[in-house]
């Protein structure tokens, strides 16, 4: 077995100290004399050395690697805010390692157990879907542990740093386009009852109606876990138990899943149902007729998150203690302008 190369042989081939060695490799300014840096270097790419990580983060406390947990890598919004905290965060040195919980709390605490015996620097936490580890995210943010929470909510969290995203507001406005647009009739997906970001998009449905004038039928209020399955099954079933001329679905999986009920079921989309989703993904754009959806900013969110976890690991203070991104339409061709038959 070929003998693993250290940086102590390195110096010693170089007849520089170990430190010296460290400090090129981890290239610090004025450490050594060009020529010396230059030798260095060359012995390394000789030896093909690569710096032991575990070794590193003993002597520097660090491990430049960053824990990101999620509840579905399988969501296009999940895979855009984890492209978005690595792209910014690759740029800074750092590595990602990605936990998908499936939901489960339980996956998530053990998550949690793992990342925080050394081998990350910090935790983003992205699951809103359970709020049993909540006190445990609070124990480890008092401890001094640099965690950042996403889409998380609960009174407990509220000295944590989050980035959250004002899921009332934007369910207003797509209640308030497809008013615009004369639609009454207006059923919609929720996502799982014990995700709180998907109750606040059942109360934004909810006050857009009022706003509008119409009357709030929970007939026309179909139970989804923001999986296209459940927005397939829950349209399908509806359809024949309901009129309505639109839907909206709490996050564009369903809204994709609603459009293939719908067309299953020998009817058009927009032409006979309107659907607006939710997430504004790739998903959105690269499905026909192309959704009409609400922005959510899942690569916008991710570098945010990044951000302010890289100043809490670096000891300084996160900025706002909650970002709260607004919602933008993002226009699609899966919404139809009904308003001369309602007049």
């Known amino acids: 077995m070929t003998k693993r190369v250290t940086i102590k042989d390195i110096a010693k081939e170089c007849g520089v100290s170990i430190t010296t060695v460290s400090r090129i490799l981890n290239k610090k300014p004025g450490c050594c004399t060009p020529e010396t840096e230059k030798r260095v270097m060359e012995a390394v790419e000789r030896a093909h050395y690569r710096p032991n990580p575990a070794a590193r983060s003993l002597v520097t406390k660090e491990t430049n690697i960053i824990g990101v947990i999620l509840p579905d890598i399988y969501n296009y919004f999940f895979q855009e805010f984890f492209k978005g905290a690595e792209d910014y965060l690759g740029k800074k040195g750092y590595k990602l390692i990605l936990c998908n919980t499936d939901g489960k709390a339980k996956k998530e605490n053990e998550f949690l157990e793992s990342l925080t015996q050394g081998m990350v620097d910090g935790i983003m936490i992205t699951t ?92 026309l209020v179909c139970a989804g876990d923001y999986q296209m399955t459940s927005g397939y099954k829950s349209i399908k079933k509806l359809i024949f138990e309901q009129e309505f001329t639109a839907v909206i679905a ?72 909650k970002v709260i991104f607004e919602p933008v339409i993002k226009e699609g061709s899966s919404i139809r302008d009904i308003t001369d038959m309602t007049l």
Request: with cysteine; hydrophobic share 35%.
């Open 250 to 321: 709490s996050n564009d999986q369903m809204a994709v899943g609603a459009c293939k009920a719908i067309r299953d079921s020998g009817k058009s989309v927009p032409d006979d149902i309107s659907v607006i989703g939710f997430d504004g993904t790739m998903l959105a754009e690269l499905y026909q007729p192309a959704l009409y959806t609400i922005e959510l900013h899942g690569y916008d969110m991710g570098k945010v998150s990044a951000e302010n976890l890289l100043k809490l690991i670096k000891g300084k203070e996160a900025g706002e203690k």
């Open 128 to 219: 809103g879907n359970c709020s049993e580890n909540n006190d445990y995210i609070v124990k480890l943010s008092e401890g001094g542990f640099p965690i950042v929470t996403v889409e998380r909510y609960g009174d407990d969290l509220e000295q944590i740093p989050g980035v959250l995203f004002d899921n009332k507001k934007a369910m207003c406005m797509a209640v308030r386009r497809l008013y615009e647009y004369g639609h009454r009739r207006i059923a919609f997906i929720t996502g799982p009852a014990n995700a709180a970001n998907a109750v606040l998009r059942l109360e934004g449905y909810k006050q857009g109606l009022k706003e509008a004038g119409i009357k709030y039928e929970k007939a």
